[in-house]
């Protein structure tokens, strides 16, 4: 596609509830991310994939978070048991690949999560 | 460590005021690189530009230009002129080395008045 698209743009679930969240990069993006944004706040990095493979997921809060990337394409974070503090809009970033780091992000829309 | 700072949190003018947005950061490597976003109220963060660490060239685009200056680690961004539609929250942020994560700063909220 022509830009990073994002789906479902708003999800509302129920504390405990699993959820899923979809990214679909631009078309030869090897380099894929995802980012946390609070209400007002600045962008927390969660994991980044260079192709299917997550060299970096350092910032992933708990054991309840976790993303995959499959043929180097689309990817899914899922978050397990939803608390009410994991409300937040996350943003998925692509670009091409970051083997020496001068390629810029281009984000999607976001997916705006909120967690009753 | 690497980290990004942006130590002005909001800014307003009035349009057609000049307006420089700081951004300093940190890093131990020799090879990384420095960009700008642009988040207006629709939210989708918009790229603006990318610099990199051997390259100290300044660089003027429109109404905007970006001073890098790596004797004080700063990559300020200057607005010239502003106008309404300039109003967002400016991130800069930070690649070092051979890592693909990006590091960004808090942001800087920019609201231009009529």
Redesign the interface.
Known sequence: GAGVSQSPSNKVTEKGKDVELRCDPISGHTALYWYRQSLGQGLEFLIYFQGNSAPDKSGLPSDRFSAERTGGSVSTLTIQRTQQEDSAVYLCASSFGTGTGNTEAFFGQGTRLTVV | AQKVTQAQTEISVVEKEDVTLDCVYETRDT???L?W?KQPPS?????LI?R?SFDEQNEISGRYSWNFQKSTSSFNFTITASQVVDSAVY?CAL?????????????TTLQVKP
Do not use: A, P
């Open positions: 090879t990384y690189y960009f976003y939210g989708e963060l918009v790229f990318r990199n991130f690649r070092s080395g051979n890592t693909g994560k990006l590091i960004f700063g808090q942001g």
